[in-house]
């Protein structure tokens, strides 16, 4: 049986520069203009900032929530950050299979350095 590895962000958390959950959930209610509520889950949080700002016309049509995505990966791509060891660690065990919680890019970053200026 194949060996699978499951991150979430708690591994993002050991490094203050990276965001975390919270934080990247604070910046996109500024970016759209939201008003951020603490004491909701991540989850709930996400939906009640994008419906919002749906309301408040900031998006339309079929590919709202797409786009209000988009903004949140946008947000969490910074090419000017670099993978941790913790990253780099994880890259070097020996599974074939890595699932994350995580919407930025660092353990494919940390695999192969040139991830950034693919495309």
């Excluded at 941790?84 to 890595?98: F, G, N, T």
């Amino acid at each position: 049986m194949p060996n699978a590895l499951f991150v979430g962000n708690g591994l993002n958390r050991c490094y203050p520069t990276l965001h975390s959950w919270g934080g990247m959930l604070e910046s996109l209610a500024e970016r759209l203009g939201v008003s951020g509520n603490k004491n909701a889950s991540f989850t709930m949080e996400f939906e009640r900032i994008a419906n919002i700002a749906l309301k408040k016309g900031r998006f339309s049509g079929d590919q709202a929530f797409r786009r209000i995505k988009t903004c949140v990966v946008s947000s969490m791509l910074n090419p000017k950050s670099q993978p941790q060891v913790l990253h780099r660690c994880l890259m070097e065990l020996p599974v074939k299979e890595i699932l994350t919680t995580n919407y930025d890019y660092m353990l494919e970053y940390a695999w192969d350095p040139g991830f950034f200026s693919v495309g």
